[in-house]
């Protein structure tokens, strides 16, 4: 018996090792466009182009609603810089909490985003260099606890 509980304490004491040593994963959420209902925000550390293409993360956050309201969705917009076109990837659904409630992938083709949409800033912001002029946040949750400003 003891030797199970040394092999289990061994691979917990491993597990949060490897877990420490992994490096986090950073966010920078810039708000970009704002409705009456919602905000949308910009993972800047997400911009990056790599072969002509890039994967930014945005996020649709409810402009109201108090700071325990986490309530919110994250979309990966995935960019083609040679024809200047994009689709929609991975869509996460938030609840209030915070925790994820769902999580889908939607069959689109890549197509040239229609001017005046936030998909076609999200292809100037990976294309042109652009960078959205909003107010920066480290996460989600710290955007909401700042008043969603």
Not at 13 to 20: C, G, R, T
Not at 58 to 64: D, G, L, S
Request: contains cysteine; charged residues 25%; proline residues 4%.
């Amino acid at each position: 018996m003891k030797s199970k509980t040394m092999i289990a304490t061994t691979s917990a004491i491993a597990v949060a090792a490897l877990a420490a040593a992994a490096p986090a994963m950073a966010e920078n959420w810039t708000v970009f466009s704002n409705s009456d209902q919602t905000a949308y925000l910009i993972d800047v550390d997400t911009l990056a182009l790599s072969e002509g293409q890039a994967v930014a993360r945005i996020a649709r956050v409810p402009r109201q609603g108090d700071a325990a309201d986490q309530r919110h969705e994250t979309e990966e917009v995935e960019v083609r810089c040679a024809d200047q076109t994009s689709r929609s990837g991975l869509t996460v659904s938030y609840g209030p909490d915070g925790a994820e409630t769902d999580r889908y992938t939607e069959e689109m083709p890549w197509e040239r985003a229609r001017q005046g949409t936030i998909y076609a800033e999200v292809v100037s912001y990976v294309c042109d260099g652009m960078k959205p002029a909003g107010a920066s946040a480290p996460t989600i949750a710290a955007f909401v606890a700042a008043g969603r400003k």
